[in-house]
């Protein structure tokens, strides 16, 4: 119940082109979905996050997309940049669960100059 | 100056042995965390703490315990050191438990031989 899925493990995407990451849940009390963002030797940092009253947010060239239903999220990277090059971690938290974040497994994500 | 700091970065000890790691974040939080994140990238929280409540991941063995001296620091002992607890730990903090975004030390990086 607590499990967040994450596909693809990893991803290569050439400059310029669109990185997509999805994420699927099973715990309807999940109201909070961040996506943190993790270069190597360092600790995840919040990237963008989105709550179910929304299907759509968009920060610049980084925009999830949620459907509610599916009970599934994505991220869109668009025009990625060699820069982008990390691992992208969805995560989900619900009251029932103090909050705490339970993350999905990770996708290494590596843009090609 | 480091929101959340981690000392120290690399930690390589004998299997059995005693070992402390400390944390410290100077952004005024209230809650901290500390999270384990295994050879296979999957980031796992292991405790959040505020000044009222210990919330304890129930799979976390009891060889591993936080102790937080102040509000600003919460350390992590892990007593009879074994081969599994090799991973890279991170702390973490939130301005209040269920904080939407929570701020990564660095991690550190723990080799048990």
């Known amino acids: 119940q607590q499990q967040v899925k994450q596909s693809p493990q990893s991803l290569i995407v050439q400059k310029g082109g669109i990185s997509i990451i999805n994420c699927a849940y099973e715990?309807?009390?999940?109201?909070?979905f961040p996506w943190y963002q993790q270069f190597p030797g360092k600790g995840p940092a919040l990237l963008i996050a989105i709550r179910p009253d929304v299907s759509e947010k968009k920060e610049g060239r980084f925009t999830i997309s949620f459907n509610k239903s599916a009970k599934q999220f994505s991220l869109h990277i668009m025009d990625s940049q060699p820069g982008d090059s990390a691992t992208y971690f969805c995560a989900a938290s619900a009251d029932n669960y103090g909050q705490n974040f339970v993350f999905g497994p990770g996708t290494r994500l590596s843009v090609l100059p | 100056d480091t929101a959340v700091s981690q000392t120290p970065k690399y930690l390589v000890t004998q299997m059995g042995n005693d070992k402390s790691i400390k944390c410290e974040q100077n952004?005024?939080?209230?809650?901290m965390y500390w999270y384990k994140q295994d050879s296979k990238k999957f980031l796992k929280i292991m405790f959040s703490?505020?000044?009222?409540?210990?919330?304890i991941n129930e799979t976390v063995p009891n060889r591993f315990s936080p102790k937080s001296p102040d509000k600003a620091h919460l350390n992590l002992h892990i007593n009879s050191l074994e081969l599994g607890d090799s991973a890279v730990y991170f702390c973490?903090?939130?301005?209040?438990?269920?904080?939407?975004?929570?701020?990564f030390g660095p991690g550190t990086r723990l080799l048990v031989l």
């Open positions: 952004l005024g939080h209230d809650t």
């Open positions: 703490y505020n000044n009222k409540e210990l919330i």
């Open positions: 973490a903090s939130s301005q209040e438990a269920g904080e939407e975004t929570q701020y």
């Open positions: 715990n309807t009390a999940f109201d909070y």
